[in-house]
């Protein structure tokens, strides 16, 4: 590899930058490396007496589904889904889980993407989408993800086939949950309900929201039951897929320049196509385009939902996050101003 791949502990710092690894990793398989790093780390091969053969073989698998030309839903978003719900398991999250839920989040984490072809499910219900003739117009391409997942984790040569019968059905049925989770249309459900648990948790333990009194975390955490255990667990999977925009801003910049190329060529193909313009085409005023983009998701979207998840973490973590967060939002917001095409 060009570079050697750190450890678990270098990983789970919120500044570790995965895209500084360059091309030539992913070409030798990080997806394989990183995933493997995390199932030792967890303690989930020895726990559930895994395969590292056939979790390799899993692990390759799953990183082919991921097509190298998406500018943004590649195997590198994917193993950095990955790395972020590994940092928030160590900012506190960890506690919540068991080594079931753990199994569950690795595997979601690494696979909720799979098979992304570079288009949205707001095309592919315009365009009259086999995807969405298959699986209806709710989380179509979500449901195609959980499809192609499952087809190599059932492979005759997944690790999965150690698991018990119960195992393995519980698996499968949380992973579905964890990937349906990320739809971002159904965003608003899983943070409302997030919220109501934690003011009726402080209500109950009389501690008012901003204390950095968390005493209404613990006294609930050895009675969670399997309901609230999801929940927090698509919270958490939902939290790692959406950190790009609060990550360090080099960070944040070339993520948000992918996802910003990935939706200018379905603009383009929208207007090709004489559909409806869900996402702008190519425009001279990319950089603004995008500052615009990435001040509104993180003002509207990721800033609210990363306030109010991280008062359950340490208070490290969360002044790490918050901080980013914050200056993020200074420097879009500079950026909004200084490129407006009406000021220039
Ligand atoms: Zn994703």
Redesign the pocket.
């Known amino acids: 590899m060009a570079r050697t791949l750190p450890g678990a502990d270098v990983l789970s710092t919120w500044d570790y930058n995965l895209l500084e690894l360059g091309d030539a990793c992913w070409e030798e398989g990080l997806m394989k490396s990183i995933g493997k790093l995390l199932f030792t780390h967890y303690g989930l091969i020895e726990y559930f007496n895994l395969s590292e053969e056939r979790l390799s073989c899993f692990l390759s698998s799953l990183d082919s589904l991921y097509r190298k030309s998406n500018p943004y839903?590649s195997a590198a978003?994917a193993v950095d889904?990955a790395i972020n719900v590994h940092f928030l398991l160590q900012s506190g999250f960890l506690r919540f889980f068991t080594k079931m839920d753990l199994l569950v989040l690795c595997v979601a984490a690494l696979g909720?993407?799979a098979g992304h072809f570079a288009l949205n499910n707001a095309f592919l219900v315009n365009s009259d989408h086999e995807i969405v003739r298959k699986y209806g117009a709710v989380s179509a391409l979500e449901h195609f993800h959980v499809s192609k997942l499952m087809e190599v984790l059932e492979d005759e040569n997944s690790f999965v086939h150690a698991l018990s019968p119960s195992d393995l059905v519980e698996l499968k049925t949380m992973v579905t949950k964890m990937v349906l989770a990320?739809d971002m249309s159904r965003h608003r459900d899983y943070f409302t309900q997030f919220e109501e648990w934690c003011n009726v948790a402080r209500k109950e333990s009389g501690v008012t929201q901003g204390d950095n009194d968390r005493s209404w975390v613990e006294a609930r955490i050895p009675n969670l039951s399997p309901a609230e255990r999801t929940l927090f667990m698509s919270m958490v999977v939902k939290c790692a897929?959406l950190a790009n925009v609060v990550k360090p801003v080099e960070q944040a910049e070339a993520w948000a320049e992918r996802i910003m190329r990935e939706f200018q060529a379905q603009g383009e193909r929208e207007l090709a196509l004489a559909l409806p313009l869900t996402q702008p085409a190519k425009t001279a005023n990319f950089e603004w385009q995008l500052a615009k983009h990435q001040l509104g998701f993180l003002e509207n979207v990721v800033g609210p939902l990363y306030q109010s998840m991280m008062e359950l973490a340490d208070e490290e973590s969360r002044s790490i996050v918050l901080n980013h967060a914050k200056r993020n939002a200074e420097i879009w917001s500079k950026r909004v101003h200084d490129l407006d095409p009406e000021r220039n």
């Open positions: 839903h978003h889904v909720h993407d990320t897929d």
